[in-house]
T-cell receptor, first 119, second 108 residues
Framework: QVQLVQSGAEVKKPGSSVKVSCTTS????????ILWVRQAPGRGLEWMGG????????TYAQNFQDRVTITADESTTTVYMELTNLRSDDSGTYFC????????????WGQGTRITVAS | ETVLTQSPATLSLSPGERATLSCRAS??????LVWYQQKPGQAPRLLIY???NRATGIPARFSGSGSGTDFTLTISSLEPEDFAVYYC??????????FGQGTKVEIK
């Protein structure tokens, strides 16, 4: 089991950017994939993108690929998700999750980070 | 992009009853589908992977079936803690894909 600790809630202005962190353990960077999922208030889950640090591979969902960047910092075992040009409908809770690459039998989730976009 | 359609949107059942949830894909996923349970204020919890395998620690009352475009999550006898929202997601090895819109299982 891998512990994932996300950064705290933020309030942002429309048009600005937000960078959410997901701090994990070193084993994640040698064997895991890390995914990002968004949930607007009262709505369903949206897959945003993910990264496999050991392969230096990052993939983005079609709906987010123009505005999202996912990076991994091995020195701090932290994965970041940055979303730019924020709109009010970007408000919601952002989750990171981790699973062993190639295996889907278990996975771990962060506690979620609430982002509010308001003027 | 593959679209996942879940039905029904809401399922009203009593504890002890059987729940049957459907997830239909717009194109074949083979067996690359997972099911999640989510309760209010919590992160999703993985229930089923590869369409029919229970994830680590998941009770036997949860089962998944199907392949191709039609998938089913069955809860054989609902416990009070099973009332929640359930999502399917396409999950080939890489990259993951879209979620269905969810099915809420509520107490009748």
């Amino acid at each position: 089991q891998v512990q994932l600790v996300q950064s705290g809630a933020e309030v942002k202005k429309p048009g600005s950017s937000v960078k959410v962190s997901c701090t994990t353990s070193p084993v994640t960077f040698t064997s895991h994939a890390i995914l990002w999922v968004r949930q607007a208030p009262g709505r369903g889950l949206e897959w945003m993108g993910g990264t496999i640090p050991m392969f230096h591979t990052t993939t983005y969902a079609q709906n987010f690929q123009d505005r999202v960047t996912i990076t991994a910092d091995e020195s701090t075992t932290t994965v970041y998700m940055e979303l730019t040009n924020l709109r009010s409908d970007d408000s919601g809770t952002y989750f990171c999750s981790s699973h062993v690459y190639g295996s889907r039998k278990s996975e771990d989730w962060g506690q979620g980070t609430r982002i509010t976009v308001a003027s | 992009e593959t679209v996942l359609t879940q039905s029904p949107a809401t399922l009203s059942l009593s504890p002890g009853e059987r729940a049957t949830l459907s997830c239909r894909a717009s194109e074949s996923l083979r067996d690359s589908l997972v099911w999640y349970q989510q309760k209010p204020g919590q992160a999703p919890r993985l229930l089923i992977y590869d369409a029919s395998n229970r994830a680590t620690g998941i009770p036997a009352r949860f089962s998944g079936s199907g392949s191709g475009t039609d998938f089913t999550l069955t809860i054989s006898s609902l416990e009070p803690e099973d009332f929640a929202v359930y999502y399917c997601q396409q999950r080939p090895n890489w990259p993951p894909g879209t979620f269905g819109q969810g099915t809420k299982v509520e107490i009748k």
